[in-house]
């Protein structure tokens, strides 16, 4: 058999009690690094995977109003009806739906995975404003 070329160093342990104590030594290191590894810089972008998500989306959002805003730019008006030019409710509708999904998302990474980034509130936070908005305009029209 092949050998690797790491060394190996072996510990001797003379008694059950030094094995306990080594066994809890090796568990307090483990827990140790599993909850550094959680503890997370607050400015960092993300440190879940449904955090970036939520990033992700939240700039989907802005993605679409700016294309809305640059339609409205080149000249594109609405009619009478919400869908009247499609190049005004499309990227309004995309926009929308990736503000809600930034907020769904947003709201599980902080709730089930412990998520502190600063980012993600804030993107939780326009996206639920968004979210309110939109549910108001179709239930309170004016």
């Known amino acids: 058999p092949s ?3 790491t060394a ?6 003379d008694r059950p009690k030094d094995l306990r104590l080594w066994t809890r030594a090796a568990v307090s290191v483990t827990v140790y690094a599993e909850v550094n590894r959680r503890k997370r810089d607050p400015m960092a972008v993300s440190g879940t995977e449904l955090g970036r998500w939520s990033l992700v989306l939240i700039a989907a959002f802005a993605a679409g109003l700016s294309f809305f805003a640059v339609a409205v730019a080149v000249g594109q008006r609405g009619g009478d009806g919400f869908f009247d030019n499609m190049w005004l409710t499309g990227p309004m509708l995309f926009a929308y739906a990736a503000a809600v999904g930034a907020t769904i998302t947003g709201v599980v990474a902080v709730a089930a995975r412990g998520e ?4 993600v509130f804030l993107a939780v936070l326009a996206g639920g404003l968004v979210t309110l908005f939109g549910i108001l305009e179709v239930a309170l029209p004016h």
């Open 8 to 13: 190996v160093t072996s510990v001797r342990v």
């Open 3 to 5: 050998c690797s070329s």
């Open 116 to 119: 502190r980034a600063v980012p």
